[in-house]
Antibody, heavy 120, light 110 residues
């Protein structure tokens, strides 16, 4: 059973960079896409972006200029960096595994989520 | 890239059936059979319920059914049970390797 666990600071100052890591256990990071999805308090889900284990990425166009997703296959983990954050970036951030068409397209395994608050 | 349109809320009594719609455009829902549905209980992570429009993952009750017609996808829950009360989100491929979620629907079991 694949397990994902997010980690990172729960409080980030405005204009600074948000950094989160997702550790994957119970399975290899190889062969799959790995995604970040966020949910502002009381609101809906928003796809942030994903990375293939080989390093190719795709980002939400509305966030593309501020985000970088990277992968470390040796540690079975991937990370999100979001620069110049504002209060609008306050959200629960989920990491999730994404299956491509060969495996049945879906976000099938999710982490428990971590709340990141942007505030001074 | 705009969020897919879902009703804010739906409700039904135990044993009844309900349908949640998810409306997009020909660039997303209508252009690809890559719609998935997620169930989210308060304070919990979303759970995959339907993928590729109508496929059910192992372990998901066959009371959950998905379909698509044109630019609208639908999730139907048959034989409503109290534990089905949750928020439901649709998600679709939106082209150019990007994905978009719906705004979410709160299901109340009366």
């Amino acid at each position: 059973q694949v397990h994902l666990q997010e980690s990172g600071p729960g409080l980030v100052r405005p204009s600074e960079t948000l950094s989160l890591t997702c550790i994957v256990s119970g399975g290899s990071i190889s062969g799959y896409y790995w995604s970040w999805i966020r949910q502002p308090p009381g609101k809906g889900l928003e796809w942030v972006g994903f990375i293939y284990y080989s390093g190719s990425t795709s980002y939400n166009p509305s966030l593309k200029s501020r985000i970088t997703i990277s992968v470390d296959t040796s540690k079975n983990q991937f990370s999100l960096k979001m620069s110049s954050v504002t209060a609008a970036d306050t959200a629960v951030y989920y990491c999730a595994r994404f299956r491509d068409p060969a495996n049945g397209v879906a976000f099938d395994y999710w982490g428990q989520g971590t709340l990141v608050t942007v505030s001074s | 890239q705009s969020a897919l349109t879902q009703p804010a809320s739906v409700s039904g009594s135990p044993g009844q059936s309900i349908t949640i719609s998810c409306t997009g455009t020909s660039s997303d829902v209508g252009g690809h059979n890559f719609v998935s549905w997620y169930q989210q209980h308060p304070g919990k992570a979303p759970k995959l319920m339907i993928y590729e429009g109508s496929e059910r993952p192992s372990g998901v009750s066959n009371r959950f059914s998905g379909s698509r017609s044109g630019n609208t996808a639908s999730l139907t829950i048959f034989g409503l049970q109290a534990e089905d009360e949750a928020d439901y989100y649709c998600c679709s491929y939106a082209g150019s390797s990007t994905w978009v979620f719906g705004g979410g629907t709160k299901l109340t079991v009366l």
